[in-house]
């Protein structure tokens, strides 16, 4: 990163030391929430076993998805609720409480008792760890990525954003290297005895790093932004949010198009090889790890990318590519099942989603104003990924299901992109997302 400094909003100069400290603070706490939340889906076909053994084996996966897909029902309404609060209160504030939400829901995970020691306390337990953590990452998304920006200056803000997207995948990684590690060194019967609840109990970490945050992160709320006591309804919060259907709209329909590639193809297809090709866990690992490559490497240089292009162009050239490859990649994978096959179809398909991601996550703060900025990129956000991204697993295996083709989940992920495509359309003129 170069040595320019920057002035956040309301306050003066800082240099470029404090601001990495910024990304990496924020990229750590971030890794480990989305590590919380993503680890179920990559351990989906073992907690069917042990807390839903209801029906044939792909009943008990259905519920297994609809039980990860939870999680996606909660994180609008805390979008909405810890957005307002850190437009209101701070954004340190915020982040941290989110840190110990997710905690919680992780040592939730850990005790649960499976269905055999139980009964439904179990499941009703899982269900509930999934609710809070859904919660605690809907106003985490919106929150840390409003952090990032307002250390951006206005050339560098894609690229700041960027690390968003690279944290999360930093979480996928660490979250698939854990279970393929744990997956080798134990025997299945030790991976269903203790081995998951030690993958889940990783996630009470989130504690001292919160409080690491607490005290090393500065506020980026400008004082002339907060909600002041005395203005009227109107102009403060959700009556303030009202004002923007048209970026609100616009936010959901970019979120809808790169959440659904994400969640069929870092997750989804993992599972796909297990339940449906019959892959080992491992391979589903495996593949998990390959899907956030990708990201890893190319998040930041797709938000300088994005920073000289525009964000229209950014988001809008991988999206054909998608639409173009994903059924071929399904059909030949399911053809031709093979580890290799898997690592090459996730891989190549992650690299043009990681682009439009970093488009799309620089676009939604840009969208509206600083006292609306956390609660409209979490609200808008949120409801994009509950509606098709964090149900895509669920339906992916229900398509199957209704029309017997095991290619079926490609076409949902191509509804997905047409509607993204919709957005960039609606996607306002004046934005300084524009080039």
């Known amino acids: 990163m170069t040595a320019k400094v920057n002035a956040l909003p309301g306050q003066g100069i800082r240099p470029a030391r404090a ?12 890794a480990l929430e989305f590590y919380d939340f993503l680890v179920y889906s990559l351990l989906a076909t073992l907690m069917a076993r042990l807390f839903f053994p209801f029906g044939d084996g792909l009943t008990s996966l259905m519920l297994s998805f609809a039980v990860f897909g939870t999680g996606f029902i909660m994180r609008p309404l805390g979008g909405l609720l810890i957005g307002l609060y850190a437009d209101r209160v701070g954004r340190r504030s915020a ?39 859904g919660f605690a ?67 009470i970490l989130a504690i001292p790093i919160s ?17 002041q006591p005395g203005a009227a309804p109107s102009e403060q919060g959700l009556g303030l949010l009202a004002k923007y259907p048209r970026q609100l709209v616009t936010g959901v329909l970019l979120v809808i198009g790169v959440s659904v590639p994400v ?6 297809l993992a599972n796909h090889a297990i339940g449906v090709l019959g892959m080992p866990l491992s ?55 093979s580890l290799w096959l898997l690592l090459v179809t996730v891989g190549l398909l992650s690299v043009p989603l990681t682009f439009s991601m970093v488009g799309v996550l620089a ?6 104003p600083p006292a609306i900025r956390a609660t409209g990129l979490s609200v808008s956000y949120c409801i994009g990924v509950a509606l098709f991204g964090g149900f895509a697993q669920f339906f992916a295996t229900g398509l199957i299901g209704l029309t017997g083709s095991p290619n079926a989940p490609a076409w949902y992920l191509a509804g997905a992109v047409l509607l993204c ?5 609606l996607l306002p003129g004046s934005s300084s997302a524009q080039p």
């Open 283 to 337: 391979s589903a690992t495996w593949a998990a790890l390959m899907s956030s490559f990708p990201a890893l490497l190319l998040a930041p240089w797709a938000g300088r990318l994005s920073d000289r292009i525009g964000r229209r162009l950014s988001i809008f050239w991988p999206l054909p590519i998608l639409l173009v490859a994903i059924y071929p990649a399904f059909a030949l994978l399911n053809q031709n099942p």
């Open 137 to 203: 990452v809907g106003g985490q998304v919106g929150t840390a990525t409003t952090i990032l920006m307002e250390n951006a200056s206005d050339g560098s803000r894609a690229f700041y954003c960027s690390w968003q997207v690279f944290s999360q995948s930093l979480g996928v990684f660490l979250g698939a290297l854990v279970v393929l590690m744990l997956s080798n060194a134990l025997s299945p019967a030790a991976m269903d005895s203790w081995g998951w609840r030690a993958v889940f109990g990783v996630g």
């Open 421 to 425: 495509l919709v957005g960039l359309k």
């Open 95 to 133: 982040i941290r409480l989110t840190l110990w939400m997710m905690a919680i829901g992780a040592l939730m995970f850990t005790v649960a008792p499976t269905y055999a020691q139980g009964g439904l306390i179990g499941p009703l337990m899982v269900i509930a760890a999934r609710l809070l953590q």
């Open 263 to 268: 969640y069929i193809t870092q997750f989804y």
């Open 211 to 227: 409080e690491y945050l607490r005290y090393r992160l500065e506020e980026t709320l400008p004082a002339s932004s907060a909600t």
């Open 363 to 368: 676009t939604l703060p840009e969208l509206f």
């Open 19 to 30: 601001r990495n400290r910024v990304i990496a603070a924020v990229c750590l706490g971030n």
